[in-house]
Structures are given as C-alpha cells and as structure tokens.
C-alpha cells in the first residue's frame, strides 16, 4: 500500500530529577551537600532513509517517544542521560507542525537529520545551590519535562522525471520499458493507484529517476480522481514527460494537453513553468497521419519538444530517453521548501504578565514556566529560590507595576501560586 500522508505525536524524553544528599563521612562531618545532577532527557531525531518509499508504518506507530533521564545520586553522581528516538522517514518526506502547518523540516538528502524535540534537561543537584550564604541547601531542581509536538508528514517523490497524462494514456506502460519497475498495466481507467518509480540508466555515468502520476483527471486542483494526493508529487520534479493517447478515436490530443496543463497551474502556478517534453504514445496503432501531423505541428508552435514513441514495441523511446538526459543536464536540482537544518526551529515564547478578569493574575513565557515546573514546591527553601529567580526575571516588578498585592493568585503555566511580597 502507498501511503503518503500520516500524522504523528512525538515526545522528547523528561529530564532526570536533581539529588537532595548531605556527605556524611568519618573523617568529614561537615562535608556538605554532594546530591549530582538528573540525566538529560533523549532527543527525538527525524533521519531520511534512502530505502524507504511509503509512510505506511506511521498509520500504525504514530505515537515517537525519548527515553526520560535517570535521576542525580550521592557524591555529585550525575544520572543516566536518555537514549534519543531516531524516527525514519522516506527522502522526500516534509514536516509540518500540525497546529500551525508551519514547516519544521524538508528531508530531500538521504541521510539528512534534524532534531525535532530536544530532550529536557536534568534538575540540578542540591550540590549546585551552595553558596558562601547557603552552606547546606536542601533541596534540588525536578528534571524539566520533554517537549510534545503533533506533526504532520507529507511524502513528496524524489524523481528527477514526472510522468503525466490523463488515464490509460500509457504512462504506465513507458515506466515498464525504459527502467526495472513493473507497475500494473492494463486497458481500463484507473489501473494506477499509487506512483510508480523506475531508475532509467542510459550509460554508465547517466542515470535519472522517472515516476508515473496517476489520478490526474479535469478536476484534479480540486481532488478529483484522487488528484491532490499525486499532484505534490509532481513539485519535486525538474521536468515533466506528458504523454497523449493518439490511438484513442474519440479523444482531442490537443484538448487533452491543454486540459491537464490547465489543472497543473490551478493546483500550482508554478507547475505551468514547468519544462515539459511531449510524447505521442501509441503509434503502433497507426493513428491517422493527418491527425499525428495537425497534433505535432500544433505542440511545436507552442515551443514543446514533441517524440513520436510506442511504449509496447519502444520504437522512439530511445531518443525520448536522449532528450531528457540532455534537459536535465541543463536543470538545476530542485529547491526544497526549507533549508537543511540540524535542529528544527522552536520559537520560545516571551514574558507575558496579565491580569484576568477575576483579579487573579497570569504569567506565560518558556523561561519562568521552566523555572516554576523545575521547582520542588513542596519544598519551603525551593520556593524561596524560586522567588528570587521570580524578581530577577522581573516578574515580581511587572505584578507590583499591575497592583498585585499579598495573597492575590498567580497561575504560572499549570501551577497557581501566591503572591508574597
């Protein structure tokens, strides 16, 4: 099954939790806080797989998590980091953050790697908060959570070569001859339901990847014929093959061509610009001579290259073949949608401070929700750091500035606190 569309939740691994210890040795009675640090949390890691074809695997496993780090121990022992998920995805393949479709990544290298959650950090051991003032603290950082984001992939093919027509035209039957792929051939609508893609190897040092598009129908702009799954497929190309049925009595070759080129520019304005070599499949069937030279007289005016070929017996393949080597040599590659980065971006959201309608107040922003999270609440001494980190933040100043007074609510994330001047 072709599968080029899933959606998946991935989760960074939880930072490990700081140690609270008091050394206590025979020789050294005022040894001192030695609790060590959590263990950071794993990362979760997108890598493009050469070998892979299809998101099939992401409609069963949609759910991608980070091993959590382990936990500070005695003697400044720092825990375990996390082992980071490396998830594999098809080259080609584009991430898009599913609550704002922002794109998070572009995989169009096989090998390529991205980071798409960092892992949370681990909490700070009772160690680290010694101070000339602070002899003996008591009390560590909690290991900060892993990121959750919802992602949505999108594969797009990888092919130098886009084959298009309009159904049973013999889109099919062209991948067959020129290249190792065996797609389903045969005389009725639709045989097609997913991309074929064939490596076409004219000599030693000239090779190119060809796929056929099927669905392609009047209507695909709008997702007739299953037109919007296979037409991203056709943005990664650099040059198109369009194939016309001169063995169909019935049919306007010319109609055909302009019809299909119309749903292109619809779906993408600049798919129209696309470079496009025209090929008049079935010859075999000896076609009115008359039509064939109306047809490739009227394309040539248009300023298309037009090839005579058969995809049964191959006749004229071989200089259909010549010609596209040639065009791609004078393309340059494709540009993807974002460039290549090793970690994807994450906007850290500012310092807000607000009052509600209730009179309550709330703070948002990534550091001071980080900070109040990492915090042991239930811990008097931890709460009293976490004021100071509060003031040094300029949160403490912007409630004060609001009319924040002792006892009024402050909600900091998840977490409701008092304010205490």
């Known amino acids: 099954m072709f599968v080029d569309q899933a959606e998946i939740e991935v989760k960074a691994g939880d930072g490990g939790d700081g140690a609270v210890s008091l050394r206590r040795e025979k020789y050294a009675p005022k040894g001192g806080p030695d609790g060590g640090d ?46 980071d998920a490396e998830i594999r995805l098809p080259a080609g393949t584009l991430i898009r953050d599913a609550a704002d479709g922002d794109v998070v990544a572009d995989l169009v290298e096989p090998g390529q790697r991205v980071v798409l959650c960092r892992g949370g950090r681990g909490g700070r051991g009772n160690a680290r908060f010694a101070t000339p003032q602070r002899h003996t603290p008591r009390f560590a950082e909690k290991g900060e959570s892993g990121r959750t984001r919802r992602l949505t992939l999108e594969l797009k093919l990888l092919a130098d070569v886009g084959v298009i027509g309009l159904p049973n035209v013999g889109k099919s039957s062209l991948i067959a001859r020129v290249s190792a792929a065996r797609p389903k051939i045969a005389d009725y609508p639709f045989t097609t339901l997913a991309p074929n893609l064939g490596v076409v190897r004219l000599e030693e040092e000239v090779s190119f990847v060809i796929a056929d598009l099927p669905g392609l129908v009047e209507g695909a702009h709008r997702g007739a014929g299953r037109g919007h799954q296979f037409l991203r497929h056709v943005e990664r190309t650099r040059l198109l093959i369009h194939v016309l049925d001169l063995g169909a009595p019935d049919r306007d070759p010319c109609q055909d061509f302009a019809a299909l080129n119309r ?59 010549g010609a596209v080597a040639r065009k791609l040599a004078e393309l340059p590659p494709p540009p993807s949608q974002e460039a290549a980065a090793d970690v994807a971006p ?60 002792d006892g009024d609510r402050v909600r900091i994330g998840t977490v409701e606190l008092e304010f205490v001047e």
Do not use: W
């Open 263 to 321: 749903e292109l520019a619809l779906y993408d304005a600049d798919l129209a610009d696309r470079p496009q070599l025209v090929a008049l499949n079935k010859i075999d069937l000896r076609p009115p001579q008359e039509k064939l030279a109306q047809v490739e007289s009227s394309l040539e005016q248009q300023g298309y290259p037009v090839f005579r070929i058969s995809a049964v017996t191959g006749e004229g393949i071989v200089p259909l073949m």
């Open 38 to 83: 959590g263990g950071h949390g794993g990362k979760v890691t997108a890598v493009a797989d050469a070998h892979l074809r299809t998101l099939i695997d992401f409609t069963h496993q949609r759910r991608h998590r980070a091993q959590d780090g382990g936990r500070g121990g005695p003697n400044r022992r720092s825990g375990k980091n996390g082992a």
């Open 346 to 405: 994450e906007r850290p959201a500012p310092l807000q401070v607000n009052q509600l309608s209730d009179g309550s107040y709330q703070v948002s922003g990534d550091a001071v929700e980080r900070a109040v999270a990492m915090t042991n609440l239930d811990s008097e001494e931890a709460v009293r750091h976490l004021h100071r980190r509060l003031e040094r933040m300029g949160v403490i100043r912007r409630l004060r500035r609001l009319g924040a007074k």
